[in-house]
């Protein structure tokens, strides 16, 4: 089955460490994207990659990091410099490049930071 | 100023009834695409329907419908016979054409609407 996983599915750290939160899809999809949610909010996009070993900042980069070193695959790195670095996190890949073509999304990671 | 605004944060409907809800959009592009997403408890983003801004008639997709007014700049999703399992969060989404930042694939989101089916 094709689709896009995340894990984990919770996460835990403390406050100061750097944690990095994986995508991982099998769809051959060129785009990926990261997004996070808060409570009560939309998704507010984070990072996005339109191909392999290249990636723009979204509406909310800092205290965020990716790198897509693979077609399959686009981490992102919460690093201490987040503030408010507790929320859901959810990552998407898109099929082509059409105005139509939706973004297909994994089941999320929801990060919590104490 | 946003440009997807959802006005209603929750709304309930009884099951088996239709329910609409709301979404105003705002761009100054001519080509740009209007999605909807139901987000369940779970977590995970479900696409439901798509409407370009070109098409002649308002998308359906089985007990979904988008009810698309371009001159109001809205895009009301319409769910009949609604289910129990309807109950989730709902997001309109918006990806403009090239030139307006659309080039990327990049989409923007509502806040959403809860939907809660009472049985």
């Known amino acids: 089955d094709g689709g896009i996983t995340q894990s984990p599915k919770y996460l835990f750290r403390k406050e100061g460490q750097n944690v990095t939160l994986s995508c991982e899809q099998n769809?051959?999809?060129?785009?990926m994207y990261w997004y996070r949610q808060d409570p009560g909010q939309g998704l507010r996009l984070i990072y996005y990659?339109?191909?392999?070993?290249?990636?723009q900042k979204g509406d909310i980069a800092e205290g965020y990091s990716v790198s897509r070193e693979k077609k399959e695959s686009f981490p992102l790195t919460v690093t201490s410099a987040q503030k408010n670095p507790t929320a859901f996190y959810l990552c998407?890949?898109?099929?082509?490049?059409?105005?139509?073509?939706?973004?297909?999304f994994g089941p999320g990671t929801r990060l919590t930071v104490t | 100023a946003q440009k997807i605004t959802q006005t209603q944060p929750g709304m309930f409907v009884q099951e088996k009834e239709a329910v609409t809800l709301d979404c105003t959009y705002d761009t100054s592009d001519p080509s740009y695409g209007l999605f909807w997403y139901k987000q369940p408890s779970s977590g995970e983003m479900i696409f439901l329907i798509y409407q370009g801004s070109y098409d002649q008639q308002n998308a359906t997709e089985g007990r979904y419908s988008l009810n698309f007014q371009k001159a109001r700049k809205s895009a009301n999703l319409v769910i009949s016979a609604s289910q129990l399992g309807d109950s989730a969060m709902y997001f309109c989404?918006?990806?403009?054409?090239?030139?307006?930042?659309?080039?990327?694939?990049?989409?923007?989101f509502g806040k959403g609407t809860k939907l809660s089916v009472k049985p």
């Open positions: 769809l051959n999809h060129d785009a």
């Open positions: 989404a918006m990806r403009e054409g090239p030139g307006y930042g659309g080039s990327q694939g990049n989409l923007i």
């Open positions: 990659s339109q191909i392999v070993n290249d990636f």
């Open positions: 998407a890949s898109r099929p082509g490049t059409g105005l139509s073509y939706e973004q297909y």
